[in-house]
Every structure is written in C-alpha cells, then in structure tokens.
C-alpha cells in the first residue's frame, strides 16, 4: 500500500475523490485500502446522512461478505488530522471496534476528536456531491426514522433497497493512484 493514494467513489450524485494518507491514521489508511481493493464498497448505501453533520457509508449490500469484514475490528489510533468539513474516518461504537463503516464529515466536527474517531483522508474533488446525499431518512432507527443498523448488516441491500428505496449510494469504488 502507498503511503498516500487517492480513492474514487462514483456515487448516484456524483464523483468523491478522497485522498488517504498513511501518515494520518496508518490502520484505518491501510484498511480503507483493503476494502477498497475487494470491492467491499461497490453498491455501499449512504445508509446514514444527517444534514450538515456527516453522510456514513460500510454496510455490504451481501450480508455474508460484511459478516466476515465487520468481525476483523480494529486497534485504536490517536488523533492527528481533526473531523474538519471533508474529512474521512471510520465509525466506531466503543473502544477498538472499527471495522468497515466510514464516515464524510458535511461540516467541522470537533467533538469527534475527542471521541477517538481518527481522521484518515480527505475529500479532494466532489464535496458538492457530498452535500448532494439525500439526508431524507435522517438518524438511524430508533432515534430517527431511519434504517435499523442490525437489519442492514443482517439483510445487506435487499432490506434498505426495500425499505429505504431513495438513499444515495456507491456505485463503484477504486484506488485510481
């Protein structure tokens, strides 16, 4: 893996090209890459969007590939790039568990850092196909009315193209450098 890359991601709005640096965050970089490179994030939902915070994608549209991905979690790693407007990193739900799911941050998010989620790259084109995702099902269930994360990771795409027809999502992704 090269200690900076750029990935593309050909989304239903639009292109996002975000440069990875190693440096940043080197676990979440060389994951990112990974997955990446098996096409983990081809048909990827932006499964959570909520509207001047952050649009999440990581959910596998085939349950039995993010079953597997989503056991292989992840150390945790300091803070060196902040969650500033375009900004990329994992999520996580506690300690050492990142695994697939990334984020874009829509708007300077401090108050990540402090909650440990390591920035690892950054939007470089296409942050106005960012703003673009349809933030029209908000929150996950059941603090919004949006998807129920066990079901979309149980269910992959078949639940949120059937329940949730209008999230944006990834139609490819590629290390293009």
Known sequence: ???????????SKGDIVIEVKKEWAPRAAERFYE????????????????????AQFGIAPDPKQGELWRELRM???????????GTVSFAHNGPNTRAVQVF?????????DKQSFPAFGKVVEGMEAADKLTFLYGELAP????????KAEVQGNAYLERDFPRLDFIRKASVIR
């Open 143 to 150: 603090k919004g009315s949006g998807p129920d994360g066990i």
């Open 35 to 54: 997955l990446v490179g098996v096409h983990y994030y081809d048909g990827s939902r932006f499964h959570r969007v909520i509207r001047g915070f952050i």
């Open 75 to 85: 150390a945790d790693e300091p803070v060196k790039l902040s969650n500033k407007r």
């Open 104 to 112: 874009l941050n829509l708007r300077d998010n401090p108050s990540l």
């Open 1 to 11: 893996m090269p200690d900076t890359y750029r990935v593309k991601l050909e989304t």
